[in-house]
């Protein structure tokens, strides 16, 4: 199948709806991510590109983010539609059928939960229903839960990039990649499902026992 970029569009799930990210919804994004444990993680650059004020920080994102050449997603809660994150698909290329997740970041207080996986389900099966046969991630080598997070998802390991790209403090990252090929996909697909679908019923269970 010949890979194509995607057309801009929402997708949706139980936990979360996956659409395109506007200007508009920066000071919304800003509340939600706009967090020193955010860039702490990674994001930005790393701890050192944190901006406090909110102007700074939206002309920050704005360059960071590839509004031009890519889809960035705005994630929001399916039951409160509060935006809660924004992940992107980008660096398409289609001769090659590969495509590149990442720019990702959450609220701290969706960590942990089934946003990133079924952000991840929704954005990497769009991916693959447009021809991409190959989806790469990518994680500073030092980003220990995002490079968990990674794997969690069912991405293979394919080696660290050395010297990279400069952190926002200056200094060299070595770059973790990963990928998920779209011959993985149904098995990886499958994985994701059970890990939401568990992660509802536990939730299910603790409501019944606190009712």
Do not use: C
């Not at 659409?19 to 967090?35: F, N």
């Not at 983010?65 to 409160?80: D, I, K, P, T, Y």
């Not at 935006?83 to 997740?101: I, K, R, W």
């Amino acid at each position: 199948m010949t890979a194509r970029r995607p057309a801009p569009a929402s997708l949706s799930g139980s936990l979360v709806t996956v659409s395109p990210l506007e200007p508009s919804d920066l000071p919304e994004l800003h509340a939600a991510i706009g967090r020193p444990e955010v860039f702490a993680g990674g994001w930005g650059g790393g701890p050192a590109g944190y901006r406090a004020d909110y102007d700074d920080w939206a002309r920050f994102v704005e360059g960071y983010l590839l509004w031009e050449s890519a889809s960035v997603f705005g994630v929001r809660s399916a039951s409160s539609g509060a935006l809660v994150g924004t992940t992107t698909l980008g660096l398409f290329d289609l001769a090659n059928e590969s495509a590149h997740v990442g720019w990702t970041a959450y609220a701290p207080e969706v960590w942990g939960s089934g946003v990133n996986a079924e952000t991840k389900l929704l954005v990497l099966g769009h991916a693959f229903e447009h021809g991409f046969g190959r989806i790469q991630l990518q994680a500073d080598v030092l980003n220990d839960r995002s490079r968990a997070a990674i794997l969690r998802l069912g991405a293979t390991f394919e080696g660290v990039q050395r010297r990279m790209q400069r952190r926002a403090d200056g200094s060299w990252r070595d770059t973790a990649v990963y990928s998920i090929l779209v011959d993985e996909w149904p098995g990886v697909r499958a994985g994701l499902e059970q890990r939401l679908a568990s992660s509802a019923s536990a939730q299910t269970r603790g409501t019944r026992l606190l009712a």
